[in-house]
Structures are given as structure tokens and as C-alpha cells.
């Protein structure tokens, strides 16, 4: 049912326990939940369960004297078909037909902006994610960042929240190094095996790429920083490392663009030294009296914070560990306002939560105890011709964003990116995900979104051959919508607007996929078992406003998880 009908019940519900409980400090909240059992009803309360003891009361008879209130009330026609007694006191509601149709003409007139709340409004949100270091090319696990990321913004921004998306860059520290040694030995003419050949050093193709670049004194640039222009002299280190971050800065560009993500903001690990926040945050920890020398290194006491032991900060050659950035990253982001921060990230990352929460909450500057939070994703493993694929020739040890894309489209980048991005928030961020390219190429239900955008395509091809004009079937009558694949749909149907608010508050946007396949599933039977170009007019007119009304949410869903929704397949 619309979340405006639920609140509509719930109130009739309050009204019936006002007399009831006057004269008692009880103030209990009415919740409705879906019966597991759809023969049950359309929603079931237990209030009466939860008062009878406190009231003195056998619940059945309490839970009559509230059904007895409901039905006489006057606001409740037309909503409210039955109201049924279950069990040892279990109050179960119909809704009436009408109510239930009534969805139909609400999609239509709200359009692209169904399912959208204000109930985030005046609230800001960041959510980072991908956070790629700028050392290569973007992993599988970074794309499936990107797709959990933007499809959780997404869902914040339909909430009412203002929503910034953030990509934070790790370009300070050892792997940096590595990186321009790596570029430099390709430019001296080394290949990995050769003696000379760096040990650690990283032995993608796109490494060759940078040197050779370098060598011919190009330029490059990134979304947002200054060029960088190569002086083409390989001993000049210095100018490789800036040269080769860049380079990999656009090339990470170049794969989000294909997989149609985009940021509102790069923030730079550099900057946080630079500016002196790193230092800053130090300071205020020792001030704080949170911190503490021992072998000639600086200790934060995290274990004051839940960690099982206390960590290093400034290790005895004066270098800070890796949280002690983080750390200040964070503080920075409360310091611009965020009351609410997100980081997607690998399960790898696991051990660093306690540390830096235990880091902010020692700066004693007001910080929410759970400040940032966490979704951490597990690993993906990709399959193709029946074979797992660990190693791509671009990247050199591991499989790319886009090598997934062009797979998964068979040359054709839209297809593939539709195919990844909903391949990758289709399960729990927490289990670990196989994806079978070969699947994502099939054309057939085996395929999850081929079928779910057949189910769009399906109902454009129903308009099309009907050939009528669809702002003719606003308005229609709808009390024909009656039969049980149809009752199914409208049901679907309704429950769109309180499926994304509950993605949004449980951080899952692995629910809309969950929703967008069941609808699609209910489309489909529904096509299978009513025709829709009928004779009768009336009933003609009313399933084809049931369809378009499908046709809009389909599209807004799959919209908000970066997928298209082709109209011919």
C-alpha cells in the first residue's frame, strides 16, 4: 500500500485506542508490517499483544474493541475493505481494491519522482568510495565500489539528503615510489625479468604506456589538478613521480566515465601534509592527553576506544602510520560540515574502523561515537568461457574495471557497463561475489538485467502496438484491475517508495536490484496470464495505465542504479 494509506490506518488505529488508554501514562507506537502470509492481509498490527498485559487485558477481546473502533470510523471508508481478528490477537487489515489502485494513477502523476522522499532535506551526506590508489588501472573491486557507491548516493539523494560524492587519492607514501621507479626502469629500457628490473616493482603493460609517453614529452591531465608536462629526461625522478600520477589519475577517469560514475570531489592524502592538517591532528591528540611515548615512538590509546591494543602513530623515524592520515581526513569532513560519512571499501579494510573512529573520538571535539561509517565489500571473483580470469596483460596481476566492461557488452561499453553495474550491487556487500561475463552476454532470463530490461522493453512494445495516445489513459477508470497477477503488480507497485527508504537507512542498495527483479518477474507473469489489448475498452484502458505505471518505475529504479532502460531489446 502508499506510504500516505499506511499513515491513513495507522492513524484510525491511534483514534481507537485514544478512549482505551485515556487515563494511562501508555503511549505506545502502532507499526504495521507486511504478514509473511499474503492471505493473511494487506498489513497486521500486534498492538493489542503488546497492551493487553499492561491494560489487564485478554488480548483478543482488547484487540476486538480496537477492530470494533476502526470499522465504525467514518475516515476509513473507501481505504479499509476488512479488518480481521488472527491468533492470540493479531489485528490483520484488507485494503480495499480501490485503495490498492490507487497507486496506479499516483505513478503517473509523479512521474520520475515517485518513490522520492524529503525526508533527508537540510541534511548533508559524503560518501567515499573507490579511493583508488594512483598506481594502475581500477580493479573489479574498485568497480564494484563505484556501483555500490553511486548507487548508495543515489539513494541518499532520492531521500532528500545533499549528497557529495568523494574520491580521496593515497598519493603520498612508498607506493608512489614504487610507481616512478617502475616508469623509470621502463624508460631505461627494462622489462620485468631482466636483472635490472625492480623487484617491487609493478609489471603492467600500462607501465611501458607511462614511459613511453614520458620519454616523448607529452602532457596529461587529470578531472581536477594542474597538467603535468614530461621533460622526457629518465633520471629526473622527480619529474617522473608527478608525470605518472597524473597519467594514472586521467586513466582512472577514462575507466568511471565508461562506467558512468562521476564525483563532485578528488581529496588529495598530499593536501592533508601540505596544509599542515596532518601535523594539526597530531598535535590536538597529545593535547588531548589520548597519547603517549614509549620506545621512541608516539602511541595513541585506541584500546581506551574498544581496539584490542594501542596503536603507533609516529613510528622512531618520525613518520606517521598509515591511520594517522586517515585520522585527519576524517576530522576534516566533520570540519565541513558532514554529520554523516560514509566509506565503501574493501573488507580488507576491516582493521582500520576501530582506529580511526578511536582516533576522532580521542580529539574530544564532539565527534558521534560511530562517526564514519562502514560498507565494506568482499572480493569478486570474475569467470569467462567457464574459467576464473586472475590476470589481465593491461593491468599485469589482476582484471580491470574496463576489461570487465568490454567483456560483459561484447565490445559494445553501454551494454557492458548496464551489465556490471547491476551485477555488482545485486548481492550484500558482505558475500562474496562471482561474476560470470558469460552470463551478463546471454540474452535470456537467465540474465538478471537482461531480463529485468526485457520487462521495460515489453511493456514498450505494448504501447507501441496499442499505437493510442498515453496521455489518454490518465484518468482511467482502474476498477477492473482486479485479478491476481494484476492485485500482485499493484502490490509491487506500492511498495517502491518504502523499499528505497529502507535501502537508504540499512545501507543496501543490493534491495533495489533485489526489487527491480521481482517486479520485473511480476510483469511478466502478468503479461503471460492477461492480455492487455482486449476489446473492452474499459479494461483495455485500465491495463494498459497498470503497464505504464510499471514501465515508470522500472525506469525510475533502474535509473538510480546507473542502469538504462531500453525501450526495444
Not at 83 to 89: K, T, W
Not at 109 to 127: C, F
Not at 161 to 176: K, L
Not at 424 to 449: G, M
Amino acid at each position: 500500500m502508499l506510504a500516505q494509506q499506511k499513515q491513513e490506518i495507522i492513524a484510525l488505529f491511534q483514534a481507537a485506542l485514544a478512549p482505551i488508554l485515556a487515563g494511562t501514562s501508555l503511549t505506545p507506537s502502532v507499526v504495521l508490517e507486511r504478514p509473511r502470509d499474503a492471505s493473511h492481509g494487506d498489513a497486521a498490527c500486534n498492538i493489542a499483544m503488546q497492551l493487553a498485559k499492561q491494560l489487564k487485558q485478554n488480548p483478543r477481546e482488547l484487540a476486538q474493541t480496537i477492530v470494533t473502533a476502526v470499522l465504525a470510523n467514518p475516515a476509513g471508508k473507501g481505504l479499509i475493505e476488512a479488518v480481521e481478528i488472527a491468533g492470540p490477537g493479531f489485528i490483520n487489515v484488507r485494503v480495499s481494491n480501490a485503495a490498492k489502485q490507487a497507486v496506479v494513477n499516483t505513478i503517473l502523476a509523479q512521474g520520475d519522482q515517485y518513490g522520492r522522499s524529503s525526508a533527508g532535506a537540510g541534511k548533508q551526506v559524503i560518501l567515499e568510495f573507490v579511493s583508488a590508489n594512483p598506481t594502475g588501472p581500477l580493479h573489479v573491486g574498485h568497480g564494484r565500489q563505484a556501483a555500490l557507491g553511486d548507487a548508495l548516493s543515489s539513494l541518499f539523494d532520492a531521500q532528500g539528503y545533499q549528497v557529495t560524492r568523494e574520491f580521496y587519492y593515497n598519493d603520498a607514501g612508498v607506493q608512489i615510489q614504487t610507481l616512478a621507479n617502475s616508469v623509470q626502469a621502463r624508460a631505461r629500457g627494462f622489462k620485468p625479468g631482466d636483472a635490472e628490473w625492480p623487484e617491487s616493482a609493478y609489471n603492467g603493460d600500462y607501465i611501458s604506456d607511462i614511459a613511453d609517453d614520458f620519454k616523448a614529452g607529452k602532457t596529461v591531465s587529470a578531472s581536477d589538478g594542474q597538467p603535468a608536462t614530461a621533460n622526457g629526461n629518465v633520471e629526473d625522478i622527480d619529474s617522473i613521480r608527478p608525470f605518472a600520477v597524473t597519467y594514472l589519475r586521467n586513466e582512472q577517469d577514462i575507466d568511471l566515465q565508461a562506467f558512468g560514475v562521476k564525483f563532485d570531489n578528488y581529496y588529495l592524502e598530499s593536501s592533508l601534509y601540505a596544509d599542515g592538517k596532518v601535523n594539526s591532528a597530531v598535535e590536538n591528540l597529545v593535547k588531548a592527553g589520548h597519547t603517549y611515548e614509549q620506545d621512541g615512538a608516539l602511541w595513541l590509546r585506541t584500546t581506551e576506544y574498544g581496539d584490542d591494543k594501542d596503536r603507533v602513530m609516529r613510528k622512531t623515524d618520525g613518520t606517521y602510520t598509515y591511520f594517522v592520515p586517515d585520522v585527519a581526513y576524517h576530522l576534516v569532513k566533520w570540519q565541513r560540515g558532514y554529520g554523516q560519512a560514509i566509506n565503501i571499501q574493501g573488507s580488507d579494510h576491516h582493521g582500520t574502523i576501530a582506529r580511526v573512529r578511536a582516533g576522532l573520538q580521542a580529539l574530544d571535539m564532539g565527534i558521534p561515537q560511530g562517526y564514519p561509517d562502514y560498507v565494506l565489500h568482499k572480493m569478486v571473483t570474475v569467470m569467462k568461457d567457464g574459467e576464473e580470469v586472475k590476470i589481465s596483460k593491461r593491468a599485469g596481476s589482476y582484471v580491470t574495471v574496463r576489461d570487465l566492461i568490454e567483456w560483459s557488452g561484447g565490445g559494445d561499453i553501454a551494454k557492458g557497463r548496464d551489465a556490471v553495474r547491476f551485477f555488482l550491487i545485486s548481492r550484500k556487500a558482505d558475500t562474496e561475489f562471482v561474476f560470470d561475463v558469460d552470463v551478463a552476454l546471454k540474452t535470456t532470463d537467465e540474465n538478471p538485467v537482461y531480463y529485468v530490461q526485457y520487462a521495460h522493453a515489453r511493456i514498450c512494445r505494448i504501447l507501441e502496438n496499442w499505437g493510442g495516445d498515453v496521455s489518454s489513459i490518465a484518468g482511467a477508470d482502474l476498477s477492473a484491475l482486479t485479478a491476481p497477477t494484476e492485485a500482485t503488480l499493484l502490490a509491487t507497485l506500492a511498495a517502491y517508495p518504502e523499499m528505497l527508504a529502507r535501502a537508504q537507512s540499512e545501507l543496501g542498495p543490493h534491495q533495489v536490484a533485489f526489487y527491480l527483479r521481482d517486479l520485473a518477474a511480476n510483469l511478466h507473469s502478468f503479461y503471460f496470464a492477461e492480455k492487455v489489448l482486449v476489446e473492452d475498452e474499459a479494461l483495455k484502458l485500465a491495463r494498459l495505465a497498470l503497464v505504464l505505471a510499471a514501465r515508470q518505475v522500472l525506469r525510475n529504479g533502474l535509473s538510480l542504479i546507473g542502469v538504462s532502460a531500453p525501450e526495444k531489446m
